[in-house]
């Protein structure tokens, strides 16, 4: 798919799950989704004010910015994280309301590495034309 210009609005799902998760410090940003065969996900985000500068190296500083996991039940899983010290950062949102059952929610563990969980296959969530519903 087309990479996708998702901007900070409370009426889409894609636009609250963004706010929900990035706080409100932006407006808008695009992001471009990656599948390889065997269905692991990528994400590409470019930011209009973003660092474009590389950093520095640093062995023991960690560079992750999220990543995400599948599981259909993403209210177990959670409580789960929760209850070995994580954080639910979110509310569970999702994707298509009232017409798909794709959920996802960001949540942080007890290290403070954020994740997504997704109840579906990132190639299925992010199929052609995602956002346009």
Not at 109 to 120: A, L, Q, S
Request: overall charge negative; proline content about 6%; charged content about 25%.
């Amino acid at each position: 798919m087309e990479p996708s210009t998702i901007k900070k609005e409370k009426e889409t799902a894609i636009g609250i799950i963004c706010i929900d998760g990035f706080c409100e410090d932006w407006d808008e940003f695009k992001i471009a989704h990656l599948s390889t065969s065997d269905g692991v996900g990528v994400e590409i985000f470019s930011f209009p004010h973003g660092l474009k500068e590389a950093p520095e190296f640093s062995l023991f500083n960690t560079r992750l910015f999220h990543f995400s996991i599948q599981d259909p039940n993403i209210e177990e899983l959670i409580d789960k994280i929760v209850a070995y010290g994580g954080k639910q950062r979110m509310p569970i949102r999702e994707y298509y309301p009232g017409e798909k059952p794709f959920k996802m929610c960001y949540v942080e563990d007890p290290f403070g590495i954020v994740f997504e969980i997704y109840t579906h296959s990132y190639e299925l969530t992010y199929s052609s034309g995602a956002y346009t519903k």
